[in-house]
Nanobody, 121 residues
Framework: QLQLVESGGGLVQPGGSLRLSCAASGFTLDYYAIGWFRQAPGKEREGVSCISSSDGTTVYADSVKGRFTISRDNAKNTVYLEMNSLKPEDTAIYYC??????????????WGQGTQVTVSS
């Protein structure tokens, strides 16, 4: 089976940090680009970040650039999203997704089930 499982979400104060994990099973994720997305209630799902499978090229949404960092640990078959300087606007369910190929421009192949991030004082 092919599965992605997100973890690491929770409640954090504005300005705080969280580290999300996306663990893969059923496939080796280092051959695929992995993206992070988020969706707040009543809003469309939006792309947050992505990391390619080849040279590790990363992309970020303008709203998180400079605050979030995506990385991968191939030995653990896991991709991370380090989120710093969190804002209330970052509150959403965060999903990871495996792209169909090794590039962030590829189509999405599979989704995880999401982890809730709430930024509030």
């Amino acid at each position: 089976q092919l599965q992605l499982v997100e973890s690491g979400g929770g409640l954090v104060q504005p300005g705080g940090s969280l580290r999300l994990s996306c663990a893969a099973s059923g496939f080796t994720l280092d051959y695929y680009a992995i993206g992070w997305f988020r969706q707040a209630p009543g809003k469309e799902r939006e792309g947050v970040s992505c990391i390619s499978s080849s040279d590790g090229t990363t992309v970020y949404a303008d709203s998180v650039k400079g605050r979030f960092t995506i990385s991968r640990d191939n030995a653990k078959n896991t991709v991370y999203l380090e989120m710093n300087s969190l804002k209330p606007e970052d509150t959403a369910i965060y999903y990871c997704a495996a792209l169909e190929g090794g590039y962030c421009s590829d189509n999405i192949g599979s989704w995880g089930q999401g982890t809730q991030v709430t930024v509030s004082s």
